[in-house]
């Protein structure tokens, strides 16, 4: 195993609201684990869950401020499903979506900021601007984990739209990667 996902999900202040089936602190140990076995982490988080502007700023400053940056850090955007405690949440302003995904590019330069859960109900201007922004990699395919996800034609329209280019890998590097990262295509925003 070469990735590890293993979102920290919000501020350690608002996650007490949200998670009651293990601490804050118990994400990070993980984290720490993880990153010791010599395995690359992927953290992030979900926003507009009802956290304040705070919470998003206190959530990616705790990213930042690990021993080593994620590797790959999503950006979540709460797919509200029918029967659980977050189906009535208030969408969260979508140039604050952007702004998240703009100070997540900043204090991590090189990591693969992805757009991740959410992408389905983003019109393709917020998409682009999230790319414009600093994400330079999105979960391709039909479905994540829980959620779907955009249809593979829709968003190769996108990055033709864009003038995005799928990330190049060389032969002897995709062998090595394992199935995550076969499943899991990186582009490059910022490669013109």
Do not use: W
Request: charged residues 25%; contains cysteine.
């Amino acid at each position: 195993m070469d990735y590890y996902n293993h979102n920290i999900d919000t501020s350690r202040e608002y996650y007490k609201k949200i998670i009651s089936t293990r601490s804050f602190d118990d994400r990070l140990d993980t984290l720490s684990h993880v990153r010791d076995a010599g395995i690359k982490v992927c953290s992030g988080g979900i926003v507009g869950m009802g956290e304040q502007a705070e919470d998003r700023i206190a959530f990616l400053r705790e990213l930042a401020n690990l021993p080593e940056h994620p590797d790959s850090v999503p950006i979540n955007n709460l797919v509200k499903i029918k029967g659980t405690p977050l189906e009535n949440a208030d969408d969260i302003e979508p140039f604050d979506f952007i702004r998240m995904v703009a100070v997540a590019r900043i204090l991590m330069p090189y990591s693969h900021v992805r757009l991740s859960a959410g992408r389905e109900a983003m019109n393709e201007q917020m998409q682009a601007l999230c790319f414009f922004a600093g994400a330079n990699s999105i979960f391709y395919g039909e479905k994540l984990l829980t959620t779907s996800n955009p249809l593979e034609n829709e968003d190769l329209a996108l990055f033709n739209k864009l003038g995005i280019r799928p990330e190049e890998r060389s032969f002897e590097h995709a062998q090595r990667e394992n199935l995550f990262e076969q499943a899991h295509v990186y582009y490059d925003a910022t490669n013109q």
